[in-house]
């Protein structure tokens, strides 16, 4: 089955630096690779994704780009703020999309 | 605006007990999922299910069961309780209609096993 590695565990930037979590997956069927974000006692929330047909999407201050020759996708925060200090999840689907296998998480935290 | 309920936040059982787990969605979706999430193992699939009656093993279905009779219904299941399934538990579901499947969960099930 799918294996999605995520790096780093934790990752502390201070307010206005990027942030980047990077992930790795096993499975060269995977063709969606959704991030999700999960704050303090919430419920996981997707916060952009990428499917394989492209290499890289950007929203606002939140970027993902796709390497599927080398299979890993990343995370790009810029201008970093308080409010995105959070848990972050990668994860790639099994090919048909509907299930996902998550990494396990990378803890930012944004200090001022 | 897509809600997934679960019927308790925090649940405490003694070791052998038979636990039910409810979660509920109201939008319809084919697809629901359980999770559990344990610190620095992230999000692990135990089960899920595609279509009612339909239910598929994920990567640790060990110890645990589902049900889903109804559409908007997904019941998980511990026959017998042990201490080693105090998690936190996380309900989602999915539609299947276009190609993106996002996945909406619930507020989550903290269970603790004594």
């Known amino acids: 089955g799918e294996n999605v590695e995520q790096h780093p565990s934790t990752l502390s930037v201070q307010e206005g630096d990027s942030a980047v979590i990077k992930c790795t997956y096993s499975d060269s069927a995977s063709n969606y690779f959704p991030w999700y974000k999960q704050e303090l006692g919430k419920r996981p929330q997707l916060i952009i994704d990428?499917?394989?047909?492209?290499g890289e999407k950007k929203d606002q201050r939140i970027a993902v780009t796709l390497n599927k020759t080398a299979k890993h996708f990343s995370l790009h925060i810029t201008e970093t703020q308080p409010e995105d200090s959070a848990v972050y999840f990668c994860a790639a689907n099994d090919g048909t999309a509907s299930k996902l296998t998550f990494g396990t998480g990378t803890r930012l935290q944004v200090t001022l | 605006d897509v809600k997934v309920t679960q019927s308790s936040r925090y649940l405490v059982k003694r070791t052998g007990e038979k636990v039910f787990l409810e979660c509920v969605q109201d939008m319809d979706h084919e697809n629901m999922f359980w999770y559990r999430q344990d610190p620095g193992l992230g999000l692990r699939l135990i089960y899920f299910?595609?279509?009612?009656?339909?239910?598929e093993k994920g990567d640790i279905p060990e110890g645990y069961s589902v049900s889903r009779e109804k559409k908007e219904r997904f019941s998980l299941i511990l026959e017998s309780a042990s201490t080693n399934q105090t998690s936190m538990y996380l309900c989602?579901?999915?539609?299947?209609?276009?190609?993106?499947?996002?996945?909406?969960f619930g507020p989550g099930t903290r269970l603790t096993v004594l």
């Open positions: 990428i499917r394989s047909n492209v």
């Open positions: 299910s595609y279509d009612v009656k339909m239910k």
């Open positions: 989602a579901s999915s539609s299947v209609r276009g190609f993106v499947h996002e996945q909406f």
